[in-house]
């Protein structure tokens, strides 16, 4: 079954999403780039944090673990150690992967492992009703912050690029065709990826909505964007204002984390038999 | 207890003096003597200049404690004879650098204990080593005070110091016989404790850590993922897995934090692998929703606590029974889990490849309960037999291809509530794991009834695990089981209450030892029958008695007396027997 | 139990579409008619589509729990008459959009239950209304049919929708006219139950949840300081306080993680504030270190855990009782804590406050272990008295300047163990504080006395808090003292256990409440004393009766029969009635 | 008391650090800077975290916590939010800050919390005996990476340029002059400021020597660096070879977090009573 359809992703679990939530279009483009990418099913999984966008564990029928907040990578790290031959896709949220799990982020980016990072980025905590989150920008009205959010927001790609990441790229999702781009790209990439994704929350977040962005997003492949070129890519992460990029900032080879380890040259671990190992020759080091 | 051919040595200097290194030198002279060793290092936490000291005992039975009292002393440092020479016995000795300590040093032993001075300093020069060698030099004197010979140092120096070359081992080895020669040409009259090799056909025994044995247990379990953030005293094991890792084919992987830690063995575990992390008290608290997402999603993880003298940062350098309560019950939420204490060295290998058979088999967490004194003590050990080593994956299907019915279902209700385990990247099936309560096929279902159903499932488990103790040793009785008196205890004291007993045996006093070695679940029964009828007396190394508290929670049975010791320290022996006396006085 | 003048009521539909808004403002428009209310709301962790209710009820006597049948159902969707039809009382009624749900629907109760169609899509386009605005006009409409009066619910609109401008009161007041008015001409029949406002004098009451209460016990503490993380169901206190935050000059602060919430909260005890913060079980996993640290550096915070069902992720919007051990035993190492269970929203008030003056009394942390059920139930209470607030600050010095011996000594060893207590910034000391262990200035000290000593002295404080609880009410117990048989519970079960107790005495039955406030230190001499010679029976909502361990392993005594729930659901009275009978047979 | 010597910022505590380890020299710095700045000793709050950096605790005789490892900020941030008279320095390692605490750097940063945060970066866990941290550089051998380090290193200068730091700037120890009017520039600065320093572990980091940095460090100073220019800045941040900068790598003003607080505009909390407040209205919403 190397070939994929829409239909076979399916699960029969009832999508809880608010109608007109941009995770449709997460899902939608996830989907697609799967069906694109003609690799078998059980080579994926998929790990999701908890919040709106860990619900897509549900909807998607390829392997996956919906783990706890915040804690995408670290799960995500460990289960790609020992089966290498799985693509783990992580999906978190704003909240999720920049808040809670902000601990994580920057080493993940740094030992290049091979994860995938998609990140639901709607500015807002989503399932919890609606609270302030660390890329809400400043002066964002909520429950949390009714005064208006005091520290400026986190900008993931700048994070990204500063903890060298070796693939940083933003997606939208009013612009499917391209994000399922971003997504495959992010799959064929040796080593970790990151896709911060403009995710629209019609609920929540009244002020980055669907039409905020279709007014500012433009994307980088067509400005003559250099992805090669970090200094670039950090000056085009720092626009925040009336235009957002999308696109690939920065895509760079580096040998991956599992390169330097003998372990696993070859073999995935878990291929490699447990049997009771020959300790003797050890043993004889404590006599 | 009749001490024939038995020797307590103190080696104490500087921290980052070599003292722990020093210690283990010479135990290991002891071991290949054919004798019993058990050596223990006190530090402080600090890298220069504070004061450690290696606490040896050799004898020609087996040793499972320090003793209390010392019978040579080599102080390296006058800290070490300041701080020490009251615990010398009256007729012991001590070797000391003369060439540091004047003879009229106000901290030498009173008359009657041997001073041994040796110019450690002018010999140092003579060889023209670093100043480290002076502990060499020391070790040697040693052996030629103790009439031990010195062959089996210079085997040990020889093949410790091996990979830094020939130079290194002929230094060493000339340090060691200079002193040797220095105390038989100085040191004319016997001193009190002699200590001889064995001669013939002894048992091959071993002389490591708890922290190695742990180490060797997994890598015969199987073992083939490690994440850990380093945390005194668990982080010997870590970096000995971390030494073993290409050799046995190993990842092991150093974390930014505990959480990160435990949620990559979770990763590594889910998609197949015995996995397991190492902490202490501080970074296990960050592990515990990781454990609670074990307990959720069914995840066979082993998780090895070793435990220090706490609250927070408390002494991290020391030894404590502190954790046991938030052991057994650490993550919210209820599920079942497995608590297991090992008390020797010997337990720690074996029960570490039980742990990963627990998990396996339950699909469950599982604690490995050690503590400072149990995993950074060396003691002699007979030679682990490879051969019984037996893995279980229990319902572990192979992924080759799944042939089940369709949809496979990760968490079928079935009457044991161990479902068939399949795990990602198998043709034919998808597996999905939730942390949220969740239907057979693992996504979400938050309804009364699927609720109270999982819950069910998980805790059928537990009395699956409840049945199987009978495979285990889940308490051991030493001594008669008709005495009187009965010590109970878990974990490092284990060793110490053996001591005891055997004296207060030989002074004819009647008492056993119940050692528990699963907390999780407990062994009521055996423990309500062993205690019936007894005067029991605890013995623990925490402040609030908590396997007193276990007990009487799990059996009504409330312990008479409490032996409690709270200040970072291990008991010793002859303190030990005199609070049991004082106890049943 | 005899019920007149009593109604129990379920309003539902999608989630998203003001269920528990509704509820609350039917809730609010029987409160101000003198009447009793308990409501309270059943949601999934998903924000639109899943189906809510809420469950309310409306006496004239004191209610605390939700009834088991309904007796008029507001049924905004079809769903809603699929899942609760079965609920409903014989002669009961329904009220529903025909504009949406056909008369034939299947889903429609049985003859008998009275069928009250009301075309609320109709209804809300004439207003030229949101869709939401039908919640009103159904509202409207029960009050009609409940023989009620509007007066009530035109004032709590014309309060709730002041601050959105004149417009949005007169839409909902014209709604609920419409539908009270549409109820009056179509349903002449006069329904089974009907339910009046009081005349007259009656007690003044409020209605709140326990979160509010807890904010408000909190405010009136004099907090100043909350750091949390957003969780589900402790969230709702840290909005409240949010909200009130610039009005009582509190500083809130949406911490990164719970780690940073319980440091950062830490933080500003140890610089003298009163703090707090709250999670669920998740979160409060993250913090046992820092809990740890609280009680090792001797610094009052208090942390509300409102328990949800778990373990790990579990049932986020659910209720439970899981936590208790847990809350117990948190954080590595020993040190005193208290651990506080409110069981009514009075006690969320009282307790809070209790919480507070505890930790500044006794210098370590104070949990205050509360659950959904408790915290996001609305019920009325009478209202609190201010006046009766009482601050002690134990043994805080005043920060001006420090006149005691030098240096000062935070961590002094005095008889009690509650050392004179200095924050930063006073004239005249420096304050040291260590996460390890310290001698008595704070600075780092590990040797062996001085950890005894220092144990000890955190001991000692275990025990004054231990003797202060004769300040408290520990536990308190409902009916007669002379009963035959005593339940036992602690937390949310409370409501429902009076309830049951109510009943069963009405039926004849010789029956008494013990509710266990304090969960440590425990008050094992008065729970002994109180649980003496009776037939206990355990009442909890979580799978392994921690109560009852709790108590086994603090009094001996083992509670004879165990009526748990752990599904996520609270305890209806009746079913509880009925599983008492069945034990009791 | 307004004048502090050195002899008054003295303890009794024995000093446990190796003869010859860069933390004497923080310790230097630090008692000078504060003897410059003639603020009343009461003034200042010490924080440290776990590690041999968080010894200098007890060798401070100010106003000190020593917390748990990681920790640092959050705790500070708690004491300054309560008695923002109170000048709160704190002091990390490198494992402490940018492995266990990473997750607290980038928030505290954009908070523009003011605290200052001086990181001993050894570039290696000095108190759990030699470790490999989070800065070690790529190949670093130890016992817990005996096949050499295989992430890249975490860039703490980039990281907090990143996040929105105020105030960035590096020091060494070999100068502790420099560092000292880094220290008081930092305390000066309004907000949050980073001073990573590089700092030598003569025992168990063999690589990072005195004479390693001596060979390498220039001042930024004296190269007409650009402080008020963000993408100068990440520029030179990025220098990590032959030439290692020191000095002030970006300073910016902007308001701290407390002033967007009106409820401490003034007086600080902890001077505020505690009395049963009035409650009354309040509680009337209610009914
Ligand atoms: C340890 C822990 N803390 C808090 C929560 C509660 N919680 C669930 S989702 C969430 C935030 C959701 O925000 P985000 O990650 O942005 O996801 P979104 O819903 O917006 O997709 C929080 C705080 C939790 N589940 N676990
Ligand atoms: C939660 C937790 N995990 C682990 C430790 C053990 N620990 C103490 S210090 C330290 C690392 C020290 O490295 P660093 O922060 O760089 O400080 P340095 O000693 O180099 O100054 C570790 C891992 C701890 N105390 N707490
Ligand atoms: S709350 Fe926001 S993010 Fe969540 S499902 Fe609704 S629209 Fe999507
Ligand atoms: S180990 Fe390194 S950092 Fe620690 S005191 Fe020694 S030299 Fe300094
Ligand atoms: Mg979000
Ligand atoms: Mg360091």
Tied chains: 1, 4.
């Excluded at chain 1, 829409?6 to 996830?30: H, M, V, Y």
């Excluded at chain 1, 500012?216 to 925040?240: C, F, G, I, M, P």
């Excluded at chain 2, 080696?11 to 002279?29: P, W």
């Excluded at chain 2, 012991?92 to 650098?97: A, C, E, L, P, S």
Aim: net charge neutral; glycine share 10%; charged share 20%.
């Amino acid at each position: 079954m190397t070939s994929l359809t829409r239909e076979d992703l399916k699960t029969e679990q009832p999508i809880s999403w608010c109608p007109g939530c941009g995770n449709f279009g997460i899902l939608r483009a996830l989907q697609t780039a799967l069906v694109d990418l003609k690799i078998p099913r059980e080579k994926y999984l998929v790990v999701t944090g908890i919040g709106c966008h860990g619900k897509l564990f549900n909807y998607i029928n390829i392997n996956g673990f919906h783990g706890i907040h915040g804690r995408v990578l670290p799960f995500a790290t460990g289960a790609k150690l020992a089966n290498h031959d799985l693509i783990v896709l992580g999906f978190a949220g704003d909240g999720d992967q920049y808040d809670e799990g902000l601990g994580h982020f920057p080493h993940a980016a740094r030992r290049n492992i091979d994860v995938k990072l998609f990140t639901h980025d709607n500015k807002v905590y989503g399932l919890t009703t609606g609270q302030t989150s660390p890329t809400s920008p400043q002066g964002y009205k909520s429950k949390t912050s009714p005064g208006g959010a005091i520290p400026t927001p986190i900008n993931p790609l700048m994070l990204a690029l500063a903890s060298n990441a070796s693939f940083v790229a933003r997606g939208f999702v009013g612009d499917v065709t391209h994000m399922k781009e971003l997504m495959k790209a992010a799959i064929q990439h040796k080593g970790f990826a990151l896709v911060d994704i403009l995710q629209v929350c019609i609920t929540f977040n009244r002020a980055q909505t669907y039409q905020f962005y279709r007014d500012r997003v433009y994307k980088l492949e067509e400005e003559n964007h250099d992805a090669t070129d970090l200094q670039q890519a950090l000056k085009r992460s720092r626009e925040t204002g009336d235009r957002i990029p999308i696109g690939i900032f920065y895509q760079e080879e580096r040998p991956v984390y599992r390169a330097r380890l003998p372990q696993i040259k070859t073999q995935p671990l878990i291929k490699q038999p447990i049997k009771p190992t020959k300790l003797k020759q050890l043993l004889r080091e404590f006599t | 207890m009749t001490r024939t051919n038995e020797i307590s040595l103190l080696i104490g200097g500087q921290a980052g003096a070599g003292i722990s290194a020093a210690g283990l030198l010479l135990g290991k002279t002891f071991l290949r003597g054919g004798l019993h060793v058990f050596g223990t290092i006190d530090y402080p936490s600090l890298i220069r200049g504070g004061h450690n000291f290696y606490l040896l005992r050799a004898a020609t039975r087996p040793v499972f404690a320090q003793w209390d009292k010392i019978d040579l002393m080599i102080a390296l440092d006058e800290r070490t004879l300041e701080r020490h020479r009251e615990e010398l016995v009256s007729d012991g000795g001590v070797i000391f650098d003369s060439d540091e300590i004047s003879p009229d040093s106000p901290n030498l032993p009173p008359s009657g204990v041997q001073r041994y001075a040796v110019p450690l300093e002018s010999i140092v020069k003579e060889l023209n080593a670093p100043k480290v060698v002076q502990n060499t030099i020391a070790l040697g004197a040693a052996l030629g005070i103790l009439g031990y010979g010195i062959t089996q140092l210079e085997e040990i120096l020889q093949e410790t110091f091996k990979a830094k070359g020939d130079k290194i081992v002929s230094m060493n080895v000339d340090a060691a016989r200079k002193g040797y020669n220095y105390a038989h040409e100085h040191f004319a009259s016997e001193f009190c404790c002699q200590l001889k090799p064995r001669t013939g056909k002894h048992h091959q025994h071993m002389l490591l850590t708890g922290n190695e044995a742990v180490g060797l247990g997994a890598i015969a379990a199987g073992c083939k993922f490690i994440a850990a953030y380093p945390m005194t005293p668990a982080s010997p094991l870590f970096h000995f897995l971390i030494a073993q890792a290409e050799r046995f084919g190993i990842v092991t992987l150093q974390a930014e934090s505990e959480i990160a830690a435990i949620n990559m063995t979770i990763g590594a575990a889910y998609a197949g692998l015995r996995a397991m992390t190492s902490t202490s008290g501080g970074g296990f608290c960050l592990m515990t929703e990781g454990l609670s997402m074990a307990g959720m999603t069914e995840t066979p993880v082993v998780i090895m606590l070793g435990q220090r003298t706490g609250p927070s940062t408390g002494l991290p350098t020391y030894t404590a029974q502190g954790d046991l309560h938030f052991a057994l019950h650490a993550g919210h939420g209820e599920f079942p889990r497995v608590v297991i204490a090992p008390g020797d060295i010997r337990e720690c290998f074996q029960l570490t490849i039980d742990a990963f058979n627990l998990a396996e088999e339950f699909q469950t967490p599982v604690i490995l309960l050690t503590d400072k004194h149990l995993i950074e003590s060396h003691i002699t050990t007979q030679t682990f037999d490879t051969g019984l080593v037996s893995i279980d994956r229990g319902k572990l299907l192979p992924m080759e291809r799944y042939t089940g019915p369709t949809p496979y279902l990760r968490f079928k209700l079935v009457d044991d509530g161990i479902s068939p385990r399949l795990v990602p990247g198998t043709l034919g099936a998808t597996v999905h794991a939730d942390s949220a309560e969740h239907g057979e096929q693992g996504f979400v279902n938050d309804t009364a009834d699927n609720t109270r159903q999982m819950a069910d499932k998980r805790f059928r488990k537990r009395s699956e695990i409840q049945k199987a103790l009978s495979r285990y040793d889940a308490v051991k009785t030493f001594g008669s089981k008709d005495a009187d008196v009965t010590l109970v205890g878990w974990g490092s004291t284990k060793g110490v209450v053996l001591e005891a007993v055997e004296i207060l045996q030989e002074e004819g006093r009647s008492l056993n030892f119940l050692q528990i070695i699963f907390m999780a679940p407990f062994p009521a029964q055996l423990v309500s029958k062993a205690l019936k009828g007894k005067t029991t007396i605890l013995v623990e190394s925490n402040r609030t008695a908590q396997l007193g508290s276990l007990i009487r929670e799990q059996t009504g049975h409330r312990v008479a007396h409490k032996i409690l010791r709270y200040d970072g320290r291990p008991f010793n022996p002859l303190q030990l027997v005199a609070r049991i006396k004082e106890v049943l006085k």
